[in-house]
């Protein structure tokens, strides 16, 4: 059974930077998992932010990136804004199923 | 604009089965997969599979085969969710969620559909 892995939470100050990451137990992250970034806010759907590594949807804001790291998924939130507080979720393609991390609660203090 | 809007909230007793639409509009809907994702209150949202409205393909998660089916009718653009043999623990919101071919992402989400499973 595959799991994925990310922070619990992280906390961040108006303004700064912070790195999310996502670990497979299968080993490394690679492109051909085409690792996927969805954020959520309580009683909405989740919104995708990044797929294919590092690509970015139209709506998709600036201030967020993704990218591989150390074997790892990783999405960057530079400048963060209040309302980047949400659940981010991972999305993991394995080739025959999805996988979704358990989430990273960003909190913004 | 791309949108997928899902049928309401449903209530089923254990052992029940319940079906969950999905109408899509804004695109050609043959060219893009539709996923179906679930999320219980609190917890992390979990894949249950794909369905192709070009090919009628599917493709379930492991944990849900022989209980679920995915349909679609492309004359109606809608996407069916069916789950059967319900439990106590199927009670979750189902999304259905667009999916591009080849780029293995879900770009855009319905509502949700509150299932709740009671005796």
């Known amino acids: 059974q595959t799991v994925v892995t990310q922070e619990t939470t992280l906390t961040v100050s108006p303004g700064g930077t912070v790195t999310l990451t996502c670990a497979s137990s299968?080993?490394?992250?690679?492109?051909?998992?085409?690792p996927n970034w969805l954020q959520q806010k309580p009683g909405q759907s989740p919104r995708p932010l990044i797929f294919s590594t590092s690509n970015k949807y139209s709506w998709t804001p600036a201030r967020f990136s993704g990218s591989l790291l150390g074997g790892k998924a990783a999405l960057t939130l530079s400048g963060v804004q209040p309302e980047d507080e949400a659940e981010y979720y991972c999305l993991i393609y394995y080739g025959s199923e999805f996988v979704f991390g358990p989430g990273t609660k960003v909190t913004v203090l | 604009q791309v949108q997928l809007v899902q049928s309401g909230a449903e209530m089923r007793r254990p052992g029940a089965s319940v079906k969950v639409s999905c109408k899509a509009s804004?695109?050609?809907?043959?060219?893009?997969?539709i996923n179906w994702v679930r999320q219980g209150t609190g917890q992390r949202p979990e894949w249950l599979g794909w369905v192709s409205p070009y090919s009628d393909g599917t493709a379930y998660a492991a944990k849900f085969v022989g209980r679920v089916s995915m349909t679609t009718d492309a004359s109606m653009t809608t996407a069916y969710l069916e789950l059967s043999s319900l439990r106590f623990d199927d009670t979750a919101v189902y999304y259905c969620?667009?999916?591009?071919?080849?780029?293995?992402?879900?770009?855009?989400w319905g509502q949700g559909t509150l299932v709740t499973v009671s005796s």
């Open positions: 969620a667009r999916g591009r071919v080849g780029l293995y992402d879900l770009d855009y």
């Open positions: 299968t080993g490394a992250v690679t492109h051909a998992y085409f």
């Open positions: 804004g695109y050609t809907f043959s060219s893009y997969e």
